[in-house]
């Protein structure tokens, strides 16, 4: 799809203002800021690395129907089959038949196998998403801000998970060995915490 030549379009603004609107009520774990910075961050990633506004929607709406009460459905019908497709590889399945929220090892695993026959789309936005998570990690860790505590899981198991989607959604376009390149690096700081410099 040919990128759009206006600074902001209309469909944008309309998903820059779902994202809000839907995450307004919601902070990043441990530093408890907005959570609505996180899609922004993941939007403007995608953008500079020249995706298209599907993808940059899909970017900024990534999360919502894995955290709010937005559905696919909502997505698809104010953004089109593509964005709600890219959103559907991005979503985990939380919560079980039964209402019950599944183990965090369980929903991982799934996730990394939903993204397997994912375009490419799905996995830039993939890594988009680590890498913010990872640079956010590295300036919690640098701030002292409590870190490992706030996840669902071990910090070696967190780590795996996160070395384990950079090297399945790294290849095969330029775009995405960038980004793999810079989640690694990212990685590979917080792997080895006395390397993090003293302003992050």
Not at 10 to 15: G, I, M, S, Y
Not at 99 to 128: C, F, S
Not at 137 to 164: C, G, H, M
Request: glycine share 4%; hydrophobic share 45%.
């Amino acid at each position: 799809m040919v990128r759009s030549p206006e600074f902001l379009s209309l469909r944008l603004e309309r998903a820059l203002r779902r994202a809000a609107d839907w995450h307004r009520a919601q902070v990043r774990k441990g530093s408890g800021i907005p959570y609505i910075q996180h899609p922004l961050t993941v939007a403007l990633i995608l953008d500079r690395l020249d995706f298209d506004e599907d993808v940059i929607i899909a970017g900024l709406l990534h999360d919502a129907v894995e955290d709010t009460t937005a559905t696919l459905d909502d997505v698809r019908a104010e953004f089109g089959d593509r964005v709600a497709e890219i959103v559907r590889h991005n979503s985990e399945i939380k919560h079980d038949a039964t209402g019950q929220k599944r183990p965090w090892i369980e929903r991982k695993r799934d996730h990394l196998e939903a993204l397997a026959d994912a375009p490419i789309e799905a996995w830039a936005v993939a890594l988009a998403d680590k890498l913010h998570n990872l640079i956010s990690i590295k300036l919690d860790l640098a701030e002292d801000r409590p870190v490992w505590s706030v996840f669902n899981a071990e910090r070696d198991q967190v780590l795996w998970y996160y070395r384990t989607m950079i090297d399945r959604c790294g290849a095969g376009d330029l775009r995405l060995e960038r980004l793999a390149e810079s989640c690694r690096s990212a990685l590979a700081a917080i792997e080895a915490p006395g390397s993090l410099p003293a302003d992050g």
